[in-house]
């Protein structure tokens, strides 16, 4: 038994960094999707506008919850883009401790077209959401 427990284990020894990384973010979304630790959105507070991320704890929530209905009715942006992204950098960072590989991300001209086009997406997102005749995208 214990030799099987050592190979489910090996590959989150190899890769400490970024294990934690992720048990981090794991921890940090368990407690916000639950409510247990309120989150406000500065911008929602300030302006009464939805930001791009407004609704992503709850979405975490529901998605935990294996609603995915209610997810992507909550922040579907969080769902499609962010939450993927997120996970493609926790691979990128594991390929790169494990295997040495040169980066953990996207660098030179593809990275800079990659970030600008999630960033230009949440502020389509960001926009259209609260905009009149969108509100079923709202949180």
Do not use: K
């Not at 259209?128 to 969108?134: I, Q, S």
């Amino acid at each position: 038994m214990s030799g099987l427990l050592r190979a489910a284990t090996s590959p989150l020894r190899r890769a400490p960094r970024t294990t934690r990384l992720a048990a981090g973010a794991g921890a940090l979304g368990l407690v916000l999707s639950t409510g247990l630790v309120p989150l406000p959105c500065p911008l929602l507070f300030l302006t009464g506008f939805d930001c791009p991320f407004c609704g992503g704890s709850r979405m975490l929530g529901a998605l935990l919850h294996g609603d995915l209905a209610r997810a992507a009715d909550l922040n579907l942006f969080a769902l499609v883009v962010v939450l993927p992204v997120a996970v493609l950098f926790l691979i990128a960072s594991a390929r790169q401790e494990v295997r040495g590989a040169p980066s953990p991300w996207l660098v030179g001209r593809p990275g800079r077209w990659a970030a600008n086009a999630v960033l230009g997406v949440a502020v389509v997102w960001g926009v259209l959401r609260n905009l009149p005749g969108f509100e079923a995208l709202r949180a």
